[in-house]
């Protein structure tokens, strides 16, 4: 009896120390507080010269206007406005009697970011048992199997790899939502499920149909209901009130629609009353950054959870390994350098919008970088911003890279492991940084400045022998001199 007593004793040990570990996992989830960039080891310098890098971009009409946000282990390091949110009064860039200046709180059309909103109702639902990502789509909606579409599952969906095209204009093709649904639901394929990846609109809008399906409720209110609401971002939702015109970036000047505020820009979604799947999202940098941050608690802020754990790993996994350069998770792209540039790796997730926005949410680093821009401002025959994109999140990563040499160093082992650099190059430079990093610790100022001019010389030495290749050569040469800056 007495050992009987002392097995349950023991099993209810084990049972709360395995219940207290799973909540602590869910405790305290990190929340965004704004704060310096030293408290969570990134350099001030190239979180500044973003400034120059995106007032350089509209000096070149790239944009009229942009808002950046740049956070770390939940510190809200740079949040900046720059340039208008309202400019222009037709696509000949005449400018408006009273331009509108962009603020940190401007809310953005976010146009493709809309599918991570997509994406998140779809999974809750997952969590729910409505479906298995390997069902047939036409499995939960018999019409889809039209036109050699039965075999197309849920997961293809979410990863672009159904075989859909990239785009129909359906506002030239249906007059009422439910035409639209319609048309998009019985469309054809262009290649056989599974066999190409081919980012497209129809994917996201078929899924927006599932969501509303298994929840009874059109997409916007389920969002507002699942999504927005419990995370307290009440400034993200489809079709924003006219009370919240004065705070919205305007976007194109459309022949027949005006000058476009506070209305979605994309026309497909606009015939879908401006609740789609692929599209239809207002949003500012705040509620955004809170929307990431939920992601790097896996699926928690604050004291909502929005996903579990397990969903969250689930959607940040590449599923589209067959198809390398192409990284896909559930929604989310991954270790996009297009868009990510030096935040890009195996780790980190994003996508962009349209409309010139961009998100880009790194684990490894437990940084957020964003930039949202008016790009299409008065019109979408604007260079590319992609550019500009690169550069914020480039430097984003600077600004970690160059805190230190150890940080350096570990800049340097993640390109070996990637292969860009081999064991002895990086050998030899993280042991010149190890040095390094010693005069750091003793604050010898002289001695890091003239150790760190050796390390420059070295990365010359090795290009010149063909080492190193010319964007890393580049790279470490930048956040070195960064290095130097905070050291002088």
Known sequence: MRNKFILTVVFVIILFFFISEKEKSY?????????????????QQPLNDIDESIKEAMANKVMPGAVALIARNGTIVKQTAYGYALRYADSEFNEVENPVEME????????????????TAAMQLYEEGKFELDDPVAEH??????????????????????????????????????????????????????????????????????VEKWSGQRLDEYVAENITGPLGMEDTLYNPPASLIDRIAATAYVPGRGMIRGVVHDGNALVLDGV????GVFSNADDLAIFAQMMLNKGIYQDVRVLEEETVDLITTNHTPEFPGNDHGLGWEINQDWFMSGMASTTTIGHTGFTGTSIVVSKNKDTIAILLTNRVHPTANTPSTNPIRREVAQKTSDAINAWSARTLAFLVEDFKNVGELSPEVAHSLKM??????????????EKVLKHMDGFKLMLNQKIEDGLIRDEIYKTLTRDADYLIGKWQ
């Open 104 to 119: 940190n709180d401007t809310i953005f059309d976010l146009a493709s970011i809309s599918k991570l909103f997509t994406v």
């Open 432 to 445: 010149h940084l190890t040095a390094v990093n010693q005069f750091e610790k003793r604050n010898m100022p």
């Open 141 to 210: 909606i018999p019409q889809f199997a039209e036109n050699g579409k039965e075999d197309v599952t849920i997961r293809q969906l979410m990863t672009h790899t159904t075989g859909f095209k990239a785009w129909i204009p359906l506002y030239n093709m249906a007059d009422t939502r439910e035409e639209a649904l319609e048309i998009v639901l019985t469309y054809p394929l262009e290649n056989e499920p599974g066999t190409t990846y081919e980012y497209s609109d129809l994917n996201m809008i078929t899924l927006a149909a599932l």
């Open 276 to 279: 789609a799947g692929h599209a």
């Open 27 to 43: 405790a305290h989830p990190v929340v965004l507080t704004p704060g310096d960039a030293e408290s969570v080891q990134m350099l």
